[in-house]
């Protein structure tokens, strides 16, 4: 979920959302994209259970949420952790991606959201050091690959904020274009007093 309000100067932001922001083309749809997606829920789910029925201290699927103030708008930032785990020396957080192959690079999003979650968690619990660990999971053969994910909290904050304005910049240039429309179309002025279709037709273009 991603929400501006400009009136209420609010913005809600799910940390998936701001880590591939800005965001690229719509994925096509069909058959194949759904079942890509249900092959990635079958290995979050067996990491999960592998997860549970092995490791003391997992969580799985925790929910974080944060209050960022960014100039004057309120920020609510949402995230789900895939995993958590809690130890006596500090806390693990650890996020899943089903890939193609683990041979290829960490996609810079996947890194981010991470950190991002990272971030949060140390916020919120600043008493325990907080690592990240990124599980790669190929969807061809199962081949599976963790990456220790370094963290450095003065800089994911900085982009966190960047990005974040980037949003509201954007949304405020939405919303400025749509008034330009709009008072286009008010300034319309045609020959007949009856509006007639294709007349119609050009003032909605504007709306």
Request: proline share 6%; net charge neutral.
């Amino acid at each position: 979920m991603l929400r501006v309000d400009l009136e209420a100067r609010e913005v809600i932001a799910s940390a998936r959302d701001l880590s591939e922001w800005p965001p690229g083309p719509p994925r096509p749809g069909g058959w194949i994209t759904r079942a890509r997606a249900e092959l990635g829920n079958a290995v979050h789910d067996d990491y999960r259970v592998d997860r549970e029925g092995n490791l003391p201290g997992f969580r799985a699927e925790v929910t974080l949420r944060a209050i960022e103030r960014i100039d004057e708008f309120d920020v609510l930032l949402r995230g789900r952790l895939d995993g958590l785990l809690e130890r006596p020396d500090g806390l693990v957080v650890e996020e899943v991606k089903s890939v193609d192959s683990v041979e290829d690079p960490p996609q810079a999003a996947h890194l981010f959201q991470l950190r991002l979650y990272m971030l949060m968690l140390a916020r919120d619990r600043p008493e325990l050091p907080v690592a990240g660990r990124l599980i790669r999971i190929s969807l061809a053969d199962g081949a599976r690959r963790e990456l220790e994910v370094a963290f450095d909290r003065r800089r994911v904050a900085d982009e966190l904020q960047r990005r974040l304005r980037a949003v509201i910049r954007e949304a405020q240039d939405r919303d400025r274009r749509a008034r330009e429309r709009a008072e286009l179309a008010r300034r319309l002025v045609f020959p007949h007093a009856d509006v007639r279709p294709q007349q119609r037709e050009l003032m909605d273009a504007f709306e």
